[in-house]
């Protein structure tokens, strides 16, 4: 330690001693000490941490039926001011073909220069914005305040499996509505039904390029990334020559713009751009049938063992730890397999296993600045205008909501996420957001989440930083 | 930062390192070996034409294989730059030819993985952990280079400029990670006085945190 480090240290206990208030006694909790770290271990991993009472609620219910009502969003309706937040939001509501209008009128706008230009791009950039902000601020706050807290969480597993890039061209306009038509319907429903509406969402077309390939004009993007990240997996047992053979069967499969805008048509099976000759995939011979070749494809790769092994992993890395236990994923694989891919009931089975409830489980994941930043919303409850705040924080934090440029989505591990820098800086955001935060709330709210030593440190601390060190300490980085 | 504004100030001999949106790496000799030597990784994420960079625009056959995109010959108008009558520079890459002339530049030509994935991921993955094939490798190459050094492993020996720290030095040995260098200049929360000696509480020798944090 540097000898300035040793000098702070020594002020910080001076300044401790004479600023510090004794921890305030708390008063009797709901629940024993297991109770209470079970109930926090499954509001951290079906959701994203505690909001304030949120502890007590689940021990009063137990964790078991607060887990049944999570696999049944719909029996948890949402609160009637989030509800009215999010209709504000007016560009999250319209369809895909209106935002698309509005992107295009504005790009227009600049390079007709019929307008006086520099007048054209800043009402451009006016018109991004709404639309990147708006999309952002519905997700931020349903993730927050919404109590279907299972349900948000697997909206971000699922775009973030099947993701898409706001930042290329017209995705800016289409991903709101790509996460509300083709991700959030089928969040905890059948795996097939999420896989046909991605592939024939314009922002997957766009951004994987199928909507441009064609007989004679081959794009094997979507296709690649349709067996090696959406399905089985780059070990699923697949060739080069099983790409090229998949991208052929999916030529014409693309959305006219045009026609987006003008009857929010959102896909087209354009026959004349279709290879209608023999193909030879998977082992399989594949006659021409036009858009039925493509649906026979997602078919057969939904239903494929090895996608059931890839997303079984998939989930139990992300719900219960980094290296996930293999017999556990196997059985998730089985159920996914027996369930014909209904991912509620995978789900089911993943929460009722030992792996994910056993106390070794327990904050074993580092969280990703998504996680971090939201659960830092929710256990403060979510200051006023905290939103743009926070969304700077996950562009500095290098996660920006829908701003993941590769199709691969941004990793749940402590290996990607874990370095000096990002700790810096999810402690400048802890100290940014701690400023008008009451500890002792906090604390309160957190629960077991805080360790007793920890919450010592703290308490010594100046009241105004107490706060700012809940947030920023190691035990609010696990989940 | 641009690409080829990057590429154009290393070409001007500039000494500092830029940010450049997504990744740059650094690793630097032990200070007491008295040695101003520095290698310099820049991984261009996107992908690269080679033989629109380094062109064979004396081969007869490279004119007719590409009859719309090809460098014109050296002399001509725009035409490519040469190198060594068979090999033609990019007209765009002007700026690196003193490089060239002085000796001091060299192209690795036709050079890649010897492992045949077509995933983009995995084909990045295995440039940064140096082990085609292989993806359970834990660290990535410059963490081992650092690691196999002489002299003190000081915490700034190596540096990256992105995002977060990437694959290729990831690993046992200290490495810094600057989002940019912007912020790297910025005095942090951490040096004010009555956060410091909290959170330095909080970290230091916490068996997960403690090593990043003090790093």
Redesign the interface.
Known sequence: ?RAW?KL??L???V??AALAEAPEPLEPLEGTAEERASALHVLNRLGYGPAPGEIDLVVRIGPQRWIASQLQPESLPLPEPLAARLAALATVHMPAGAVLDQFQAAQQAVRSGAEDSDDAKAQRRAVLARIAREAAEARLLRAVASPRQLEEVMVDFWFNHFNVFAGKGQDRALVASYERDAIRPHALGHFRALLGATAKHPAMLYYLDNWVSKAGGLNENYA?ELM?LHTLG?DGGYT?RD?TELARMLTGWTYVPRRLVADNETFYFDSRRHDARIKQWLGRTVTAAGQAEGEMALDVLAAHPATARHIAYKLAQYFVQDQPPPALVARLAQRFGDSDGDIRAVLQALFASDEFMAPTARAAKFKTPYQYVVSALRATGAPPDSAKAALAALN???MPLYGCQ?P?GYKSTW???????????R??YA?QLGKEVDAAALRTALGPGIRPA?WQ??G???PR?QA??LL???DF??R | MERRDFLAMLAAGAGAMAPLGRSAWAATAPASQDTRRKLVVVMLRGAADGLNIVAPVADPDYAQLRPTIALAAPGKDDGALDLDGYFGLHPALLPLMPLWRERRLAFIHASGSPDPTRSHFDAQDYMESATPGIKNTPDGWMNRLAAALPGMAMPTRTLSIGPVLPRILAGAAPAVNLASLASAGKAGVLERPTLAGGFDQLYLGHPRFGKAYQD
């Open positions: 330690m480090r702070l240290l002020l910080w206990f300044a401790g690649r090696e780059v080069q790409v500095r934090l290098g590769t691969d290996q990607a996420w874990l370095n000096p820098d990002a700790l810096a800086l402690i400048g100290v920890t440190t703290v010594a601390g100046a930083v700012a060190l920023g300490s190691p980085m696990e």
